[in-house]
């Protein structure tokens, strides 16, 4: 009972993570794959030939310049929020459980319209580069600089471990490549993406990795489903009599078991999209508020048909992979998948395409990691240069030259740590990280983000005593849970029973925030809640707002 | 002189009437989709034979797979409704409210 609950509260976070995170046998050299990758290795390479050409300020550099429409940054979001782990951990999920796994997609999904609604628009027209400017717009820039790049660079580093050691396993297992290899070739192909190519090089590796992978998807889902003569009911005719959960599969049934968990991962994903720097670094890179709302209902219409295109792939390869002994260990159809159980899709691919359209949807499983490391790389590195190095240590004060200078080192200093720590996390099942980024984005830079936002009443004592508490009790609880204090460190029982801290890390940040705000009668905070009708002027009209460059 | 300007759009009755009408539509957009999603989660929770109701006589697709598909449906068209208004009533207004205020 245990361990079905516990493997129940890690699908969630396998989902998102990772494709791989349970260890993954080696497999023979696959050509074609290797192929196409490079293909779009040397692809995206000219593109940030051409994008470092371009690339001459510190706007640029950050944010394209403003350049960027809302369809292409539209297309480029759905791809940072569209990783590999989507199309393979959510797919493997829908065949393992059937309904339960649609309808931990749905949870995926609506965080988006909140974004939309309630922090795109006020987001660009307030800040620049970073949503540290929007934090500390009318408070201490210092401490609250400092503050937010801390949240941004933690949760920065745990989701590049989380993508690394996916990565990794991947490659390994789809192109037979060692491991160490693999992360290697992912760190230094970010670092030439990032450094010489900026936020125009990440964004168009985005783009063009968003639309392989909602083609490749769609292509597999048209294919699958043309065996069933594009019938969702012949489909879940055949499921039903195939699959071991029986009619189950049409209904929810297991996640039922532990619904205080299921809330908190809910909760830490709706709102820790809002708090996740490199999704937030995208709104700065369209010219203005009104294409910052276009470009999330793009990215929103491209993920939620997305997420329904993976869940038609878990049911259809119910049927297709499902009965066929060839993609089982040992052939026997009662055991496990081979490769492991987030590989689903792929065997999918190989059942319908062959051995090409596989190695076309590895290649674009690869592209993805390499596009949403970038993304992260890129919103780490803009933290520590733009907040830290030119803010905090400069005041404000800082030579864009050598500020872009300091990005382009921080980038590479991320980059040479993410394969450190990719190689240093390997034998580890780092499932729980995935808990423990949304959990700190939603506890820490969500609260602390939309109270400066939305409320006059927010002061700097505040909003830092409550923005390192969300931080810190996020933290603890992760480690207290059982994914950490039982799986990782041994322990007999967790301390913490939720995997998913956001339930209760989230609602104790912004008590803390709130309180300590009121109690705050400084004259700092004074001048800091009258600051807030003319911050609210710039968010409502965009007057002052950070203007796109063009050239 | 960024006072200034700050002073009048704040006097403006038109920038009230944006400020109220802007975050009427947000607010009232994002409790209805979150409502609806933990509605749905709700259902989840307590009703799953309901969910598992075949959608047509002596099928066994059931009636929970269109109603997840159609929350993220209905969350993304509740995205399309609130752009569109943005896009055209108010920034109409606020372009309004701009071009008073440097008057």
């Known amino acids: ?45 000219v593109i940030t030939w051409w994008a470092a050409r371009r690339t001459k300020s510190a706007s640029d550099f950050y944010t394209a310049g403003g350049g960027i429409t809302g369809f292409q940054n539209g297309l480029a979001i759905a791809g940072d929020y569209m990783s590999a782990a989507t199309l393979l951990g959510l797919s493997s999920m829908v065949f393992a459980k059937g309904y339960d796994g649609l309808v931990y997609t749905v949870g995926f999904f609506v965080g988006w319209p909140v974004v939309t609604f309630l922090i795109a628009e006020r987001l660009r027209n307030l800040g620049k580069y970073t949503f540290a400017d929007i934090a500390s717009y009318r408070l201490d820039q210092k401490k609250i600089r400092t503050f937010a790049a ?36 992912v760190g230094v192909v970010m670092m030439l993406y990032v450094t010489f190519g900026g936020m125009i090089a990440t964004t168009w590796v985005q783009i063009i990795k968003a639309v392989l992978l909602l083609a490749g998807g769609t292509t597999l889902a048209v294919m699958a489903m043309s065996q069933f003569g594009f019938s969702y009911e012949t489909l879940a005719q055949r499921a ?64 939620g ?5 993976v869940c038609t792939l878990g049911f259809s390869a119910m049927v297709i992979v499902g009965t ?140 830092l005593l409550g923005g390192f508490t969300g931080l810190i009790s996020a933290v603890t609880m992760v480690v207290l849970s059982p994914s950490v204090w039982v799986t990782v460190l041994g322990h007999e029982t967790a301390i913490f029973p939720y995997d998913h801290p956001a339930l209760f890390s989230m609602p104790l940040a912004f008590m803390v925030t709130i309180v300590v705000s009121m109690l705050d009668s400084s004259a700092q905070a004074k001048k800091e809640r009258a600051a807030f009708d003319d911050q609210l002027v710039r968010a409502q009209t965009g007057i002052g707002a950070a203007a796109a460059n063009n050239h | 002189m960024s006072n200034n300007i700050n002073d009048r759009i704040r006097s403006n009755p038109k920038y009230r009437e944006l400020a109220g009408k802007r975050s009427r539509t947000a607010w009232g957009l994002t409790a209805l989709v979150l409502a609806v999603y933990y509605s749905f989660m709700l259902l989840v929770g307590t009703s799953p034979e309901f969910l598992a ?10 009636i929970g797979v269109p109603i997840g598909a159609f929350i993220i449906f209905f969350a993304w068209a509740c995205t399309g409704l609130y752009v569109r208004r943005a896009n055209s009533e108010f920034d109409r207004l606020n372009a309004e409210i701009v071009e008073e205020a440097r008057k």
């Open chain 1, 1 to 45: 009972m245990k361990k079905i609950l516990t493997s129940l509260a890690m699908m969630p976070a396998l989902a998102l993570a990772g494709p791989a995170v349970e260890a993954a046998e080696k497999q023979p050299l696959n050509l074609t794959a290797i192929a196409m990758f490079f293909i779009f290795v040397a692809g995206t390479l």
């Open chain 1, 150 to 185: 801390f949240g941004s660079l933690t949760v920065v580093c745990f989701y590049l471990i989380v993508q690394m050691v996916g990565a990794g396993q991947l490659i390994k297992l789809l192109f037979g490549l060692d491991y160490p290899v693999a992360v290697v070739i």
């Open chain 1, 240 to 303: 039903v009599e195939v699959h071991k959960g029986g009619m189950g599969i049409m209904a929810p049934g297991s996640m039922l078991a532990d619904p205080v968990n299921a809330a908190s991962m809910s909760l830490g994903l709706v709102f820790g999209i809002a708090g996740l720097p490199h999704i937030l670094m995208r709104f700065f890179t369209v010219p203005n508020a009104r294409e910052a709302r276009k470009s999330v209902f793009v990215a929103t219409g491209f993920i």
């Open chain 1, 305 to 309: 048909f997305f997420f329904i295109v």
């Open chain 1, 324 to 463: 066929n002994p060839q993609y089982f260990v040992d052939g026997d159809l009662a055991g496990k998948i081979a490769g492991g159980g987030n590989m689903v899709a792929m065997h999918l691919a190989h059942a319908v395409g062959g051995n090409l359209f596989l190695g076309f949807l590895s290649a674009v499983a690869f592209a993805t990691i390499l596009a949403v490391v970038s993304g992260l790389a890129l919103a780490g590195a803009s933290s520590i240069s733009h907040d830290i190095y030119a803010n905090v240590i400069c005041g404000g004060k800082a030579d864009e030259k050598t500020e872009i200078k300091v990005s382009k080192i921080a980038a590479i200093v991320l980059g040479v740590l993410a394969i450190i720590l990719g190689i240093m996390f390997e034998k580890m099942n780092v499932a729980f990280l995935v808990g423990l980024t949304f959990g700190i984005a939603a506890s820490a830079n969500f609260p602390i983000l939309i109270l400066s936002m939305y409320w006059k009443g927010l002061t700097t004592s505040g909003a």
């Open chain 2, 53 to 62: 109701t075949p959608l047509f006589e002596g099928g066994v697709l059931s």
